[in-house]
């Protein structure tokens, strides 16, 4: 675990709220722990938050959740002004900068302004050593062409397992952020490091 708290130490040195978790099933608890109860929580869409069953007790501690996945799209609008905004990243450098692709642009949106904190939930899987890989990371067939398959979008990272950047209207990689320090748009911005490969 040592790469984790190396990880975590650079996070916090950007002025995120670092913490390491030995397993999917602590990174939920440390997570109902952070949120607390009587709290609206948004989610952004996440294999890896889905992975760790922490929807279903945040809502069996009395939080108010608002997914997209479960609620349909204009969960994204509530999600994005909650007490809590929950989701993952695509990669996190070792130096502490977390990388976002998105389709439509919701988790980079809330990330940046309008939810009070925000909760990143990241396997040890996403980890790499600076931006350039972070973005190889996210254009590889393990990535965006896993999410791609998964979603039955035909796309050529799903079919082929190689990012050709594409320009078609499903394209799953529209929008990127950097997030070098959490945005001044949120109160906290705090992110659990999972000892556990999740996710994309």
Not at 72 to 85: L, M, P, R, S
Not at 94 to 111: F, M
Not at 151 to 157: A, E, T, V, Y
């Amino acid at each position: 675990m040592e790469n984790l708290q190396t990880v975590r130490d650079a996070l916090e040195k950007r002025g995120f709220r670092a913490y390491v978790a030995g397993t999917a099933q602590e990174a939920a608890a440390a997570a109902c722990e952070i949120v607390g109860t009587g709290k609206s929580v948004g989610f952004g869409g996440s294999v890896t938050v889905g992975q760790t069953g922490l929807a279903d007790l945040l809502e069996k501690n009395g939080n108010r959740l608002f997914t997209h996945w479960r609620d349909g799209a204009e969960a994204k609008i509530k999600a994005a002004t909650a007490d809590f905004y929950i989701c993952s990243a695509n990669a996190v450098t070792e130096d502490g900068v977390i990388v976002l692709t998105d389709g439509s642009g919701n988790r980079v949106s809330a990330l940046s302004f309008g939810p009070k904190n925000a909760l990143l939930i990241v396997g040890k899987n996403k980890l790499v050593p600076d931006t350039a890989a972070a973005v190889a990371r996210i254009k590889s067939g393990q990535c965006a062409g896993a999410n791609a398959k998964r979603l039955g979008f035909d796309l050529p990272c799903a079919t082929d397992g190689v990012c050709t950047d594409c320009n078609l209207e499903k394209r799953i990689c529209s929008v990127t952020a950097f997030f070098e320090r959490p945005s001044k748009g949120l109160r906290n911005t705090y992110v659990i490091l999972v000892d556990e490969e999740l996710g994309y």
